[in-house]
């Protein structure tokens, strides 16, 4: 079984702020984890994943998420918020299922 | 960038009424699937696909649904006698392969109101 939890349903940051966006998750096997961004009336884009290899995982526009299984997390950070980052971000996990389970959701504000 | 297509964008439908919604996966893409996201709520696995044929499916997808991939291109989800609780954004995905460290391409969905 697997299952992934997003701790903010909301995090609201200031431009230029630091953003961190929190996932735990629960897997029976080695999990695969991912980040996936929605924009407003847009898809589903992938910004990094983990598989197994580098515990540290960069992303794309400067996102980058760490795998710490002693805590089973996969937090999803950026150094300096952009107005460009608001959307919804998803965590999502693979693990005794191919099939991926997404979390709820976080709508990430970033304020001018 | 190869993009998985979805349309239409947006659909409105009466309640009893059967609704197509249809995707064209990445081509050389061998997986697909359906998942859907009720406002508020988490997004939700619906159904896999591969070789012309249901690999995996969840408790939602039931008789209600089907898939098909009538062309070769095109892989649709149909919903026969929607219900108001249909109401959802579809998304539709695909993959290379199955395997779990890969990652999966989204369409940008299709809102789907029931009235």
Same mark, same amino acid.
């Given at each position: ?14 431009? +230029? ?9 629960? $897997?029976?096997? #080695?999990?695969? =984890?991912?980040?996936?961004?929605? &924009? ?18 960069? +992303? ?9 299984? $002693?805590?089973? #997390?996969?937090? =999803?950070?950026?150094?300096?918020? &952009? ?30 | ?115």
């Amino acid at each position: 079984a697997q299952s992934v939890t997003q701790l903010d349903s909301h995090v609201s940051v200031s431009e +230029g702020t630091p953003v961190l966006l929190r996932c735990n998750y629960s $897997s029976s096997y #080695s999990p695969s =984890l991912f980040w996936y961004v929605q &924009h407003p009336n847009k898809g589903l884009q992938l910004l990094l994943k983990y598989t197994s290899a580098a515990t540290l995982v960069k +992303g794309i526009n400067g996102f980058e998420a760490e795998f710490k299984k $002693s805590e089973t #997390s996969f937090h =999803l950070t950026k150094p300096s918020a &952009h107005m460009s980052d608001a959307a919804e971000y998803f965590c999502v996990v693979t693990g005794g299922s191919y099939i991926p389970t997404f979390g709820r959701g976080t709508s990430l504000i970033v304020h001018p | 960038e190869p993009e998985v297509t979805q349309t239409p964008s947006h659909q409105v439908t009466q309640m009893g009424q059967e609704v197509i919604l249809r995707c064209v996966p990445i081509s050389n893409h061998l997986y697909f699937y359906w998942y859907r996201q009720i406002l508020g709520q988490k997004v939700e696995f619906l159904v896999s696909f591969y070789n012309n044929e249901i690999s995996e499916k969840s408790e939602i997808f039931d008789d209600q649904f089907s898939v098909e991939r009538p062309d070769g291109s095109n892989f649709t989800l149909k919903i026969r006698s929607t219900k108001l609780e249909d109401s959802a954004m579809y998304f539709c995905a695909s993959s290379e392969v199955g395997y779990t460290n890969y990652g999966y391409t989204f369409g940008s969905g299709t809102r789907l109101t029931v009235v």
